[in-house]
Each structure stands twice: as C-alpha cells, then as structure tokens.
C-alpha cells in the first residue's frame, strides 16, 4: 500500500501555496527543541494528522525544492532563524495537504475505476507520456486516484469553480479601466521571404525576387492568403499570413512605420527587416484607449477573480478542517 505522502497530487500542493500562508498566520506551531525526536518505522516524524505521520526527510525534500528556487538567482543559504521559520512554514503546508487529503478519501466515486482508465490513456497519449518511465501501473493508478478525489472534493465543497458575480467583475472593470488601456493597433497581415543580415548577396538577390514576384501575384488579383500560404516562410503562412493585432514597436522599425501608415485595404512596397523580405495589408486599425468590457476583458477579469476567491475559499476550508482534527507537531 502506498503511503498518503507519496500519492497527493502535485497540483493540490500548488493549489495550497498561497492558502497555507493564511492558515499558517492563524495557526503558531511550537517548536519541540526540549523533546526528543519522535520516529516511526525508522524514520523522524515532524508531525502527525489524526493519527497519521509526516515525516522530516518530506519535509527536507519541499525545504530543499523551495531553496533551490532561490539559489538560482544567487541567493544565499538562508539564515538559521529564517531556514527555522521557511521549515515551520512548509511543514504548515503539509499539514494543510494531509488534511484536504485525508478528507477528500471519505467521498464515494463510483465509476472510479473508469475514470482512472479515461485519465492514464489521455496522459499516455499525451506530452507527458515521457514522465511515466519508471513509475508501476499501481503507482501510476494511485496517483491519479487521488487527483480524481480531490477534484471530486474541490467541486463538491464548492472550491474548484467558484462563481464570480456578474456585478463584481464589472465593478472591477469600472474601477481599474486605467489597467485596460491598450496602444493603438493594427489587424495585418504579411508574407515573409527569409533574408537575414547574414545571407549572401546572391541569396538577398533571390528572396527579393521571390517577394516581388508575390506580390504582382496579388495585385494581379490573386488571394493574399492563397499566395502568403505557397509563398511566405513565416509561422504565420499557414493562417494566410494573419498576424492577429500588433501593437506599436512590437515589430521591427521599418515593419512598423509602414505598418502605422499603410491606408487599409491596400498593399504595401516591399520592406526589408532584419528577417528579409515582406509586403503587408493592414486588415483593420484600433485606435489608444480602454478596451472595451466585452472585448475578452469580462473572461480575464472572471478568471482573475475566480482565482482569488478560489484561494480565500481554501484557505477558510482549511481552518475549518484544522478545527476538527487533531494536529500533533514536534519540530524540532
């Protein structure tokens, strides 16, 4: 039988980051520095949760992955009164995982195992494929039964999807419209023929032809997109080299001053870049200014919100299950 701490799903250790500071604020922990170290089956328990152990060398190890972070931008070795304080931090976010954990296994799923087959044969077919090396089928199987009671828990204690008011994401629209401002942009497209600052004369010489020859396709009458998709060797050739809204000095000077000054509708001159060659239409133009509430703001301002309150809704879940159980420290 695989132990609790092995099986929690990573995504609950993420979901918890930010909501274990609210409950560690609430919640002192002891040190234990007079007592002697506790151990189970060999090894040191920190703490216990309702009955079931969390063991220091857990503990060390999300410690060691939280300064590792830091060491990557140079940062020191922490001092031995804030390494104390980093431990007592982490080992509160344990204590907060044991105890979503253990009450999530109380639900009653009851097409569990089809869900677990469904899942396995969506990540074997997917890009984390390759993480499964090494991991046993009865691994692999745990591991995504504790993620389907969890998301099973979040849902049912309404945490997972909580509902935003419409009112609320429009107030906060009205009240921080400076943030929605956005620089004047223009919908265009364009066909590229690579020519970089290194190529050759000769190499220049063709692409330049190549580009030419495009664009007396399309004044000839044929399709932008038509002649972007055989000709252009930009990303873009396969959408009819539809670059989307580009704002100002996104692009490369000379792109952009024709870009900003091209009349809608028409074709440009050839221009050079540091790419190569492009002729470009300018699609459609969007004047500076705020960015109206329809305009996908409503949908980034809801998952922004939902955000926030997805993590106060946890946090306060998790003071309430600290409530009832029975919390054992011995930190040393």
């Not at 701490?5 to 995504?11: D, I, T, Y």
């Not at 344990?94 to 969506?122: C, F, H, T, W």
């Not at 509902?163 to 004047?184: G, L, R």
């Amino acid at each position: 039988m695989i132990k609790w701490e092995k099986q929690v799903p990573v995504l609950l250790l993420g979901l918890l980051m930010a909501a274990f500071i609210w409950s560690y604020c609430q919640v002192p922990m002891a040190a234990a520095e007079d007592t002697p170290a506790v151990k189970e089956d060999g090894r040191v328990v920190v703490a216990k949760v309702n009955g079931k152990p969390i063991y220091e060398d857990q503990l060390n190890q999300q410690v060691e992955a939280t300064l590792s972070k830091f060491k990557k931008y140079g940062k020191r070795e922490p001092a031995p009164e804030l390494l104390r304080q980093k431990r007592e931090q982490v080992l509160s976010q344990l204590i907060d995982n044991a105890l979503v954990y253990q009450a999530s296994q109380a639900l009653n799923v009851p097409d569990m195992d089809e869900r677990i087959d469904k899942r396995l044969g969506e990540i074997r077919k997917g890009p984390q494929a390759s993480r499964l090396t090494g991991r046993s089928d009865a691994e692999l199987r745990d591991s995504i039964r504790s993620q389907i009671f969890l998301d099973e828990y979040l849902e049912k204690n309404g945490i997972a999807n909580p509902v935003v008011p419409e009112e609320d994401i429009k107030a906060y629209y009205d009240k921080n419209q400076a943030s929605f401002t956005a620089k004047e942009s223009v919908k265009v497209r364009h066909i590229l023929v690579k020519a970089g600052e290194e190529a050759k004369p000769e190499e220049k010489e063709k692409a330049r032809e190549k580009i030419d020859k495009a664009r007396q396709m399309i004044l000839g009458g044929k399709e932008f997109a038509v002649v972007a998709k055989e000709y252009s060797d930009c990303d873009s050739a396969a959408a009819g080299g539809d670059l989307g809204y580009v704002e100002k000095e996104f692009m490369p000077p000379e792109f952009d001053k024709v870009a900003f000054s091209l009349e809608s509708g028409k074709l440009s001159e050839i221009v050079q870049t540091k790419f190569g060659y492009h002729v470009l239409e300018v699609i459609e133009r969007k004047p500076e200014g705020v960015v109206s509430y329809d305009e996908n703001v409503k949908e980034f301002i809801k998952k922004f919100l939902q955000g926030n309150l997805k993590r106060q809704k946890l946090a306060a879940h998790i003071q309430e299950l600290r409530g009832k159980a029975k919390i054992e420290t011995f930190l040393r």
